[in-house]
């Protein structure tokens, strides 16, 4: 079965640090990954996939991920962060190539920016 | 923006009761989905459709039912709603292999 972990629950960081958060997975097959960031009372919305090809991939607002699939990990990474930043960050797993692809969720992380 | 939205955005209930939460989608997408987003669990899949009339469960089914008679909207019920269903109910389309989220609605069961 498929499974999502987010390691770190909370985490702090000041404006202006890098920021890595931490995204390992278990799935069978060639995964489908996913980052999505949801502000306060706000929806989720996509910061970037992994479906095949380059491992590291750029996304929206600056965010870039890594996937290593030795280590089953898919990394969110900044180099700068601002303090609109702060929100809950959520890592995802799909099949590909199923037709209706169910989602597995991690637990997400809660960044918090320090001025 | 998917063209998703959802209604009500806001509910108190009380147990016992029916509740029905719509989501309607503007763009012809064949599969929608409901999750529920609850502290420590991020979202689990409630049940999803691929078609109308086409629809299947997900992790956290039980208590919960589903109908799409239209390709726009994917009705999700709770026959009687109890205290352990208050949640964040985010409904949700996949467009070339990625889920695209509605602004959800909140769900309080008193």
């Known amino acids: 079965a498929q499974s999502v972990t987010q390691p770190d629950i909370h985490i702090t960081v000041s404006e202006g640090a890098s920021l890595e958060l931490r995204c390992n997975y278990s799935y069978g097959a060639t995964p489908y990954l996913f980052w999505y960031v949801q502000s306060p009372g706000q929806g989720l919305q996509l910061l970037l996939k992994?479906?095949?090809?380059?491992?590291l991939v750029q996304g929206i607002k600056g965010f870039e991920a890594e996937f290593k699939r030795s280590q089953s990990s898919f990394n969110l990474r900044k180099p700068s962060v601002h303090w609109s930043d702060a929100a809950e960050y959520f890592c995802?797993?799909?099949?590909?190539?199923?037709?209706?692809?169910?989602?597995?969720f991690g637990q997400g992380t809660r960044l918090t920016i320090n001025p | 923006d998917a063209g998703i939205t959802q209604s009500p955005r806001h509910k108190v209930t009380e147990t016992g009761t029916p509740v029905t939460l719509r989501c309607h989608q503007t763009?012809?997408?064949?599969?929608m989905y409901w999750y529920r987003q609850d502290p420590g669990h991020g979202l689990r899949l409630i049940h999803y459709?691929?078609?109308?009339?086409?629809?299947d469960k997900g992790e956290v089914s039980d208590g919960y039912s589903v109908s799409r008679s239209k390709t726009e909207d994917f009705l999700l019920t709770l026959e009687s709603a109890t205290s352990s269903q208050t949640s964040v109910y985010f409904c949700a389309i996949s467009e070339m292999d990625t889920q695209y989220f509605g602004p959800g609605t909140r769900l309080t069961v008193l």
């Open positions: 763009e012809n997408h064949r599969y």
């Open positions: 992994y479906f095949s090809g380059d491992t």
């Open positions: 459709s691929y078609g109308v009339k086409d629809t």
């Open positions: 995802a797993v799909g099949g590909g190539n199923q037709g209706a692809q169910k989602l597995v």
